[in-house]
C-alpha cells in the first residue's frame, strides 16, 4: 500500500464547476500538506499549503485537511479552462527523518 | 530572481554514457532538492542539501548517482553510466527553511532525460 493515494482520473468538468480533489495517507506522521499544479512539461508549482486540520482558502481555492480521517482536499471553485492540469498533493514530516511523498496527481479537464 | 532554472531542458544520451545536469536555486533559499517524476507519477525524491551539506538522500539514489553543491550556491546531478530506467524528468527544487513547513518548495521546470 502507497503511503499517499490518489485517484489519477482523469476528471472532465464543464467551466464554472466546482472541483473537488482529494488523497488519503496512511502516515500519522505528516505534519506539513501542500497542492501543487503542474502543466505538461513544466515542474509542479505550489498552489495552497497548511500545516493544520481544518481549511484554508485562498481566492478560488480551498485546502481541507482531515488529520483524523487521514484525509486532505483540494476544492477549485468556478472553474476555468485555465485550471486544466495535473493537482499533485504532498506531506512532509520530520518524524525519523526528512520525507515528502507526493501522491501520483489527478489530471483535470476544464472544458469551456 | 527568475525562479529555479534547471539546464538542460532536455538531454538525450546513449546508455551507458554519463550525463550532468545543473540547477540553480532562489538566491536566497537555504535548502536545494531533487526529485526524479516518470510518466503518470508523482516526483520522487532523491537528495537534499541544506547550504553545502547533502543531509539525506534517497534509496533510490544508486552508486551510479552523485550530486554537488559547492559553496551552498548551484547544484549538479551526475548519472553515471546510464540505463534506459533512467529515463525521467529530473526536478530540482529549493526552499527557505524547512520545505514541508515554510511555503512549500519551488520547482525548476526539470531536466527531461531520455536513454537510448
Known amino acids: 500500500q502507497k503511503e499517499v493515494e490518489q485517484d489519477p482520473g482523469p476528471l472532465s468538468v464543464p467551466e464554472g464547476a466546482i472541483v473537488s480533489l482529494n488523497c488519503t495517507y496512511s502516515?500519522?506522521?505528516?505534519?506539513?500538506f501542500m497542492w501543487y499544479r503542474q502543466y505538461s512539461r513544466k515542474g509542479p508549482e505550489l498552489l495552497m499549503y497548511t500545516y493544520s486540520s481544518g481549511n484554508k482558502e485562498d481566492g478560488r481555492f480551498t485546502a481541507q485537511v482531515d488529520k483524523s480521517s487521514k484525509y486532505i482536499s483540494l476544492f477549485i471553485r468556478d472553474s476555468q479552462p485555465s485550471d486544466s492540469a495535473t493537482y499533485l498533493c504532498?506531506?512532509?514530516?520530520?518524524?525519523?527523518?526528512?520525507?515528502?511523498?507526493f501522491g501520483a496527481g489527478t489530471r483535470l479537464f476544464v472544458k469551456a | 530572481d527568475t525562479g529555479v532554472s534547471q539546464d538542460p531542458r532536455h538531454k538525450i544520451t546513449k546508455r551507458g554514457q554519463n550525463v550532468t545536469f545543473r540547477c540553480d536555486p532562489i538566491s536566497e533559499h537555504n535548502r536545494l532538492y531533487w526529485y526524479r517524476q516518470t510518466l503518470g507519477q508523482g516526483p520522487e525524491f532523491l537528495t537534499y542539501?541544506?547550504?553545502?551539506?547533502?543531509?539525506?538522500k534517497s534509496r533510490l539514489l544508486s552508486d551510479r548517482f552523485s550530486a554537488e553543491r559547492p559553496k551552498g550556491s548551484f547544484s549538479t546531478l551526475e548519472i553515471q553510466r546510464t540505463e534506459q530506467g533512467d529515463s525521467a524528468m529530473y526536478l530540482c527544487?529549493?526552499?527557505?527553511?524547512?520545505?514541508?513547513?515554510?511555503?512549500?518548495?519551488?520547482f525548476g521546470s526539470g531536466t527531461r532525460l531520455t536513454v537510448v
Open positions: 542539501f541544506q547550504n553545502e551539506a547533502q543531509l539525506e
Open positions: 504532498a506531506m512532509t514530516t520530520y518524524t525519523g527523518g526528512f520525507k515528502t511523498i
Open positions: 502516515n500519522s506522521a505528516f505534519q506539513y
Open positions: 527544487a529549493s526552499s527557505l527553511g524547512r520545505g514541508g513547513g515554510i511555503g512549500g518548495y519551488t
